[in-house]
């Protein structure tokens, strides 16, 4: 697993914890995070995922309404975000802004891959907690869905009722208020955190799209990333596995490091470097992605438990049993029946 300290310890913008001041008494919601008033003056300041996850929880005690959040993210909508945001409203097509969204919005919320992924007839816009972000997860997940949802309402004017929203925890005690804000499906208790589309859709056009103004977003975006480049590293690690794994022309279900660090244009040594400054591996980030994407698969009754073995790449399924156990402590067969298996309840 991910080394917590390291993620913690990751650099970003104070923007949303000088917006969320406006909110709240400023010493309560700082309480235990070192910041002060002269911090959130300076606008070069950037604070450490720690201090961000300090201050969120301190929002669960504060905040009189526990679905504050929702119309705080939709106050943010557009704006805010750096050049994540022109980004996002000055893309060509609808899938250039999602995907340029997925892949530099999480340089602002460290502590949060994103990847894109298609399946049939939809695109999964999936959202991936490096760390277990514990009672605050809800308002980490969910904010940069409501970014995600509106820009679709107000660039696109799309169909939303043709959207589903997949959250991988349990509903929340609020879970009815998310329905004035996510005007489509809610599941909770799936495999993954994912907003999912018609795959259609990632063709429409922006009728406000700018060729220079895109341009130009992209390469500030960029030059934002270099700034973490161990965790610039992981995303596109994890995106690699990804694709990889999607491949129908694929010789094995996953790439190998030295494959996966030429394709980054990489040397396999200075991968290997930057995964180890995270507290991590290849090894265990392919273990990690493996483990995600059995939960996934064994989701669907209709595939059989020798099938999931064979795609995710394991020369029997007893092999696979033996790692699926480390990974839940239950075999595949009694997750899939039992109370290990994720309930999921809809809103």
């Known amino acids: 697993m991910l080394d917590r300290s390291a993620i913690e310890a990751l650099l970003m913008p104070i923007t949303y914890g000088r917006h969320l001041a406006r909110l709240f008494d400023l010493e309560r919601i700082f309480a235990g995070t070192g910041l002060t008033q002269e911090n959130l003056q300076d606008p070069e300041y950037r604070i450490t995922v720690a201090q961000l996850l ?10 009189e309404d526990p679905a504050w959040y929702y119309e705080w993210a939709n106050s943010l909508a557009d704006h805010f975000h750096g050049p994540a945001s022109i980004a996002l409203v000055s893309a060509p097509t609808l899938g250039h802004g999602i995907d340029a ?17 298609h399946e049939g007839e939809y ?22 869905i409501v970014l995600l949802q509106k820009h679709l309402e107000t660039v696109y004017g799309v169909d939303l009722s043709q959207v589903v929203l997949e959250l991988d925890y349990p509903a929340t005690a609020h879970a009815d208020r998310c329905r004035a804000y996510f005007p ?3 599941h909770f208790g799936t495999t993954r955190n994912a907003l999912v589309i018609p795959a259609e ?40 596995l990804a694709s990889g794994f999607e491949r129908e022309d694929r010789l094995r279900p996953l790439p190998t490091l030295d494959e996966v660090a030429a394709s980054l244009h990489l040397t396999s040594r200075t991968l290997i470097r930057r995964l180890r400054r995270l507290g ?40 696979f049993g033996k790692a699926f156990k480390r990974w839940y402590g239950v075999s595949p067969g009694s997750f899939r029946s039992g109370p290990g298996r994720p309930a999921s309840e809809d809103v």
């Open 123 to 144: 695109f999964y816009a999936e959202l991936c907690p490096l760390i277990d972000l514990g009672a605050v997860k809800p308002i980490l997940v969910e904010t940069p």
């Open 184 to 186: 489509f499906p809610v």
């Open 280 to 319: 991590t591996s290849y090894r265990e980030v392919t273990d990690e992605f493996l483990r995600a994407r059995a939960r996934e698969l064994l989701a669907n009754d209709q595939m059989k438990i020798k099938q999931v073995s064979a795609l995710l790449g394991f020369d029997s399924p007893a092999n």
């Open 101 to 117: 969204f997925l892949r530099y919005f999480p340089s602002r919320i460290p502590y949060m891959h994103m990847q894109g992924r």
């Open 201 to 240: 859709w990632r063709a429409l056009r922006n009728l406000g799209h700018v060729e220079s103004t895109w341009v130009h977003a992209l390469a500030q975006c960029e030059a934002t990333m270099a700034s973490s480049v161990e965790r610039e590293t992981l995303g596109r690690v994890r995106a690699c």
């Open 54 to 63: 300090t201050y969120t929880h301190n929002t669960l005690e504060l905040a």
